[in-house]
């Protein structure tokens, strides 16, 4: 809801403090252009990297391929570093590049819409209303954790939390704790937490696949190499690029797809010896399906005397313990719930053109252009938005490509002295019939899984199909002709330099 007292007033309001909206404040500060402004909901930066501290939480993919380009970090402790130093390097950048004094903290963006007589945004924050000529989304696809939909859930009686938003201060010592959910998160905080707790059970509802991840710690000699000579670090890095792309290149077919879930299994029977345990452990869908979890010591760590794996359904939780469906009262002290996140909140707020929320339009299928406009909600970029999820390498890859692209937009708008552009609706089309196209068949729409990476109709608005230089290659030019532009109400005709300058100074 508006509150009564005037909006105030920016250029550009970028939604969110994480990896994306920060990258896009140092890209805009860099390129020279000002009046923004960053809103961020909690009270410091850092998103993701900021909400999620389970003990072991840690990046999926190398740290050297994990960072922005422009702000590489000789210091990573690790091939795969941990969340307080990745949280500590977004904190760094941020600082280095002066651009926290845009953030506004405690401005949670709860609704908003474009006025097309003024050809701006008026977003509705806690903290009162902003207006502004464009928006930039840096929301976070998986920024909102979600509880399982358990009946009892809420009736339960000892402690409980999310594996996002970790309560530090209960010791689990000698707990009896029971965990749902095996995805990623929960593969990180398991082989932590078991050896401290008295009894774990897990609940898994769908095994995943699991691959190497040959952590090591990095030398000081590799260190000292990456400062004194950079290119170091960037050779390592396009090694990295590439063996992450080669992940992209096995999962495109089903036959390259059996020779990774072979490595997969071979290395189940090495970790696993119980048949039975491993049995529970093996998927029945095709690798890369489910998000593919990068581990070397979640299988080990359920093989542990004190640590049950079971697959039977919870059927409902009771205030001290976990039901499954054959009717076993699993009493438990703490419940974990490893169980996910909201995808993609990236617009629910905003009513574009026709007053309609982005959240309502896409409440089936999440289609955009590019990953990054929507036709209906002018000035309005989503960083990290649909199709730009990545199954095998660093997201950072595509939010920069995205970023890059926003800055092309904008100088063009600048360039031409108009004010405003909306993405052809027929463009859009077509770009989300090949992007159809592309994915029908494959791992990801026909691998036979459960997972966040589907729509209720069975297609998927998470994924970029295809290799990461075919997204950077999608977007390294802005294409005018894929857009109207215009200033407010003209967005209709094709171009008019008739103008508010209201993206310079
Ligand atoms: P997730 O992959 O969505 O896994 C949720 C787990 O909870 C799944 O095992 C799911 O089972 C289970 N679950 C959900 N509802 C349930 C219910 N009602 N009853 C029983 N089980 C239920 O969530 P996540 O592990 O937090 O990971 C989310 C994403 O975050 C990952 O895919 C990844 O992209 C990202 N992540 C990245 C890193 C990193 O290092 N970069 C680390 C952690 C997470 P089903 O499989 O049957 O649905």
């Given at each position: ?280 452990l093996t998927p029945d869908y095709a690798m890369g399906c489910k998000r593919i979890i990068v581990t070397d010591d ?184 894929d857009y109207r532009f215009g200033t407010t109400s003209d967005l209709d005709s094709v171009h008019t330099t008739r103008d508010l300058d209201l993206v310079?100074?």
């Amino acid at each position: 809801m508006g509150s009564s007292r005037t909006p105030r007033q920016v250029r550009i309001a970028i939604i969110g403090a994480g990896f994306s909206g920060l990258g896009m404040a140092i890209r805009l500060q860099q390129a020279g252009i000002g009046g923004f402004e960053i809103l961020e909901r909690a009270d410091d930066i850092g998103g993701t990297w900021r909400d999620n501290s389970y003990p072991g939480c840690a990046v999926d993919v190398q740290s050297h391929l994990y960072s922005f380009s422009f702000a590489p970090n000789p210091e990573w402790s690790h091939t795969y570093s941990p969340q307080a130093e990745i949280w500590d390097y977004i904190k760094r950048i941020a600082a280095e590049h002066d651009v926290l004094r845009h953030v506004r903290f405690g401005h949670e963006v709860t609704g908003g819409e474009w006025d097309e007589t003024t050809g701006r945004w008026l977003l509705h924050t806690t903290a009162g209303d902003v207006e502004a000529q464009f928006v930039i989304s840096g929301m976070g696809p998986l920024s909102n954790p979600v509880p399982p939909d358990i009946p009892g859930l809420d009736t339960f009686a000892g402690h409980s939390f999310h594996s996002a938003r970790w309560d530090h201060d209960h010791d689990l010592t000698g707990e009896r704790v029971a965990v749902i959910g095996t995805g990623s998160s929960a593969a990180q905080f398991v082989p932590e937490i078991a050896p401290e707790v008295g009894r774990l059970l897990v609940f898994q509802r769908t095994p995943g696949w699991t691959f190497p991840r040959n952590n090591r710690r990095i030398t000081a000699v590799e260190h000292a190499a990456y400062r004194r000579f950079p290119v170091l670090q960037r050779l390592a890095r396009t090694r990295q690029y590439l063996y992450r792309e080669t992940i992209a290149f096995l999962l495109q077919s089903p036959k390259r797809v059996g020779v990774i879930e072979g490595i997969s299994r071979r290395r189940l029977r090495k970790q696993v010896a119980d048949p039975e345990l491993r049995a529970k452990l093996t998927p029945d869908y095709a690798m890369g399906c489910k998000r593919i979890i990068v581990t070397d010591d979640f299988h080990p760590a359920l093989t542990r005397p004190n640590v049950s794996v079971i697959t039977e359904a919870i059927s409902e939780i009771r205030p001290h313990a976990v039901v499954t469906a054959d009717g076993t009262e699993h009493q438990v002290d703490t419940l974990i719930l490893g169980t996910g996140f909201q995808v993609m909140p990236v617009a629910d707020p905003l009513r574009g053109r026709d007053g309609v929320p982005l959240a309502q339009r896409w409440s089936t299928r999440r289609e955009a252009y590019l990953g990054t406009t929507v036709a209906g909600y002018p000035n309005y970029f989503m960083l990290v938005g649909p199709n730009t999820a990545t199954g095998h390498t660093s997201v950072l890859l595509y939010l920069e490509a995205q970023i890059d692209y926003v800055l092309q937009a904008l100088h063009h708008l600048d360039r031409t002295g108009t004010s405003a552009l909306d993405v052809r609706p027929d463009v859009q089309d077509a770009f989300n019939r090949d992007l159809a196209e592309r994915l029908a068949g494959t791992v990801w729409t026909a691998g036979g899984c459960r997972s966040w990476y589907l729509d209720s109709d069975g297609g998927t608005s998470a994924l970029w199909p295809g290799y990461t230089w075919q997204f950077q290659k999608a977007l390294r030019h802005f294409e005018p002709a894929d857009y109207r532009f215009g200033t407010t109400s003209d967005l209709d005709s094709v171009h008019t330099t008739r103008d508010l300058d209201l993206v310079k100074g």
